[in-house]
């Protein structure tokens, strides 16, 4: 078991954010979560991130107290074990760095030393993200928002963590773009073995990548199961609701 | 020989909660067995519940009565109840589903696809590829069409992609939804001989049969899903 | 009271017993920064208020001060500190490296090694080292206390990537102790070595962003660097147009307005000394 939530609350004010949530993911696992805006889904991303507090309720990682580390703690198991990839990518880069100073961060924060090793490492990894490996030294402001996610990815994956949050990784991003964003994470999530949890709004991402999926309204998760058998069976009323909303193409 | 799959009391009801939650039951108190190396063809009238039997022996679909026991690993794991997580690893290595539908993954060549839950159940990429290759050339597609994403195939096309990648894997348990709808005279008649193949190779498989002719060629013996009464 | 009505050293007693604790917790903690409340003195911010502060604090009517600019005794704001503690604490002053107790000085080591007997107090401009990468003192203070020094190495990483090696030149960053990451003031980057297991106590005052820290005695200190792009103290290639020296940092003179240039020793008490040597053994 990598990570277990159980019993967790949160109100903003009157509102419930999260109402007696739990969830939990295994090694090797890609768990979405999916809800409409207001259902709680990022809100219960940045909670088991450890990002905010909860009134109530537990989070363990690998049997650790997540809501109970110390900052430091906290901060160590983000850079090592952990990654996060942010919706919007300027919160997950360093717009000024360039590509491979990006991709190379973490090598370095965690004792890297040789140049030429970690160039080649950076290298390596913008090609996997198929970004063209000559722009390597070229500043991420210039990128196009496909190509910046990418980089997130990227620089994210660089220290191969166990366990990666993804924030609505393709939300803003032209179609085009967003299937080749789906596509490269999914390769990636089984060459790597990476255990996801992944909120989206996007049911048919869910479907391609989620091994198992979380249905939130309201704060409190309406149902969770296989993937393929929550999309085509679905019980609760409002998860029928969600799943005959889909547009298809 | 064993039995590699069988259900118990098995039954499925529908709840539309968009349409007042109206109820529909479909399946009632399905006992069906299959055995390795047997092929039992579905039969009933359109609608009578062949493919929601079909669906909720994969798990695509959750029964919501009775129990489904599947040989996994040298066990009988029951599917109903199980977590998801084991019903993706009984998908890995025990039992295989070929719909009439494929659901596409942009970007990803043909060969890929096929080769894909031959990796998973543990081939080498390298073997995965070869094999994939060779499936699709037995069933007729064009070489040229084997690195595109059939996206943009036909349904014959597709169907053909759908058939490679359930076969190559050699799945202990198959489940074929309608595996010749799309195909002409000649490609039916490899699809017999691949169900051939693989019933000679141990493996156990439910088939819905709307051609005559394959199902004479193929089925062991017929299962009849009797349409249930509307409830009120 | 002193001859300009002050107290010795200018500061009252209890701000010098304030700077002192402050020094000892920096002695305690090598590399790290801390904040000691800085006093109102009579020069402004960026012309060595922290440097004066720390020295007035640890002033001895014994000691012997030395005050360098840019290895210069006799520049305008060296002269100008040397008389200002002349006139509040009546020590005696000199431009003798090795004659000094305490040298105060402004971006530069001297070329002669100190020994055990000695101080040497740096004029600190930003005592940040990491703040022109991460402007937050919240999220610096908190990298270092997580020893979080990444971003230092993406900014020398950046150099090497964009110049083919590191650009920095002066104030260029240590790792003191193994622990802590620092801005050795803008001394030339050729400086850092001296600063590895010296046998002075080095001690490091801000005046405006109000934080002291320290070096003690014969602790590590080293240049970060790149195991393949490794650091390598750089001066001009020129001999001393006045004593010849070929080791000692440089200033380059501008002579006339044909382009002529001429290099001399930086640290002039070093220079005069090479120059009165050969005098010396000719006696």
């Known amino acids: ?249 | 020989m064993s039995i590699l799959l069988r259900t118990e009391g098995l039954g499925k009801t529908f709840t539309l909660h968009l349409q007042g939650g109206a109820r529909i039951p479909v399946l009632a108190g399905v006992d069906l067995a299959v055995r390795a190396g047997e092929c039992v063809a579905l039969s009933g009238p359109s609608g009578a519940g062949k493919s929601t039997l079909m669906r909720c022996l994969y798990g695509n679909y959750g029964a919501g009565a009775g129990r489904i026991m599947l040989a996994h690993r040298g066990a009988e794991l029951e599917l109903v109840s199980a977590p998801p997580r084991e019903v993706i690893e009984a998908r890995r290595q025990s039992i295989g589903y070929v719909s009439q539908f494929l659901r596409v993954i942009p970007r990803v060549g043909t060969r890929d696809i096929v080769a894909e839950p031959m990796v998973a159940r543990g081939m080498t990429r390298s073997d995965a590829l070869s094999r994939a290759s060779a499936l699709l050339d037995h069933l007729n597609l064009p070489e040229r069409l084997h690195d595109l994403p059939p996206a943009t195939f036909s349904g014959g096309e597709q169907q053909r992609v759908n058939l490679a990648r359930g076969f190559g894997p050699g799945y202990p348990v198959l489940l074929l939804d309608e595996p010749t709808a799309s195909l002409d005279a000649a490609n039916r008649a490899i699809v017999i001989g691949l169900i051939h193949e693989a019933k000679q190779a141990g493996t156990a498989i439910i088939g819905i049969f709307h051609d005559a002719e394959v199902r004479e060629a193929v089925a062991d013996r017929v299962f009849t899903v009797e349409p249930m009464q509307d409830a009120a | 009271m002193t001859e300009a009505g002050y107290n010795f050293a200018y500061l009252d007693e209890a701000t010098k017993r304030m700077i002192r604790r402050a020094v000892l917790k920096a002695v305690a903690v090598p590399g790290h920064q801390i904040p000691f409340g800085a006093r109102e003195m009579p020069l402004p911010y960026g012309w060595g208020t922290g440097g004066i502060q720390v020295t007035a604090s640890i002033l001895g009517p014994q000691d012997v001060l030395k005050v360098i600019d840019q290895g210069a005794d006799d520049t305008t704001n060296a002269v100008s500190i040397r008389r200002f503690f002349t006139r509040v604490a009546g020590i005696a002053t000199t431009e003798t490296t090795g004659d000094a107790t305490i040298i105060q000085t402004r971006h530069r080591i001297p070329e002669k090694p100190l020994t055990e007997n000695q101080i040497l107090v740096y004029q600190v401009p930003q005592p940040e080292p990491l703040f022109k990468l991460e402007p937050r003192r919240a999220e610096t203070r908190r990298l270092h206390a997580l020893a979080d020094y990444g971003l230092m190495h993406v900014r020398l990483y950046e150099d090497i990537a964009r110049l083919g090696h590191i650009a920095k030149a002066y104030d260029y960053p240590v790792m003191v102790n193994e622990r802590y990451l620092m801005s050795p003031s803008p001394i030339p980057a050729f400086d850092n070595p001296k600063m590895h297991q010296m046998a002075a106590l080095q001690l490091f005052g801000a005046g405006r962003e109000k934080r002291i820290y320290a070096v003690p005695p014969y602790t590590p200190v080293r240049s970060l660097d790149f195991e393949d792009h490794p650091f390598r103290p750089i001066r001009a290639p020129h001999a001393c147009a006045i004593c010849g020296s070929t080791t000692s940092y440089l200033d380059e003179l501008v002579t006339d307005d044909a382009g002529g240039r001429a290099f001399i020793c930086s640290d002039t008490d070093y220079c005069q000394e090479r120059q009165e040597a050969p005098k010396a053994a000719a006696e």
């Not at chain 1, 768990?31 to 889904?41: N, P, Q």
Request: overall charge neutral.
């Open chain 1, 1 to 249: 078991m990598l990570l277990e939530a159980k019993k967790l609350h949160l109100k903003f004010g009157a509102i419930a954010a999260l109402d007696d949530v739990a969830l939990d993911v295994t090694a090797g696992e890609v768990v979405a979560i999916v809800g409409e805006s207001g259902s709680g889904k990022t809100t219960l991303l940045r909670v088991l991130a450890g990002q905010m507090a909860p009134d109530a309720g537990a989070v363990h990682y690998l049997g650790r107290d997540v809501l109970g580390m110390t900052e430091a703690e906290h901060r160590r198991l983000i850079r090592s074990d952990w990654g996060f990839v942010h919706q919007n990518p300027r919160d997950g880069l360093r717009m000024g760095v360039s590509a491979g100073g990006n991709v190379g961060e973490r090598l370095m924060a965690l004792g890297a030393r040789h140049y030429g090793n970690i160039r080649d490492e950076a290298q390596a990894w913008l090609q996997r993200v198929e970004i063209d490996s000559a722009r390597i030294d070229d500043l991420p402001r210039h990128f196009s928002g496909g190509m910046q996610q990418r980089l997130q990815i990227a620089r994210t994956l660089v220290t191969r963590p166990k366990l990666v949050f993804m924030d609505e990784p393709t939300g803003g991003l032209d179609v085009s773009v967003q299937a080749r964003l789906l596509d490269l994470i999914r390769a990636l999530v089984r060459e790597l073995g990476l255990s996801v949890l992944i909120v989206t709004h996007d049911i048919a991402a869910a479907r391609l990548l989620a091994d198992r999926i979380l249905v939130m309204r309201r704060g409190q998760v309406v149902e969770q199961g296989l993937t393929d058998r929550v999309l085509d069976d679905p019980q609760h009323p409002y998860t029928q609701l969600l799943v005959s909303s889909v547009l298809a193409a």
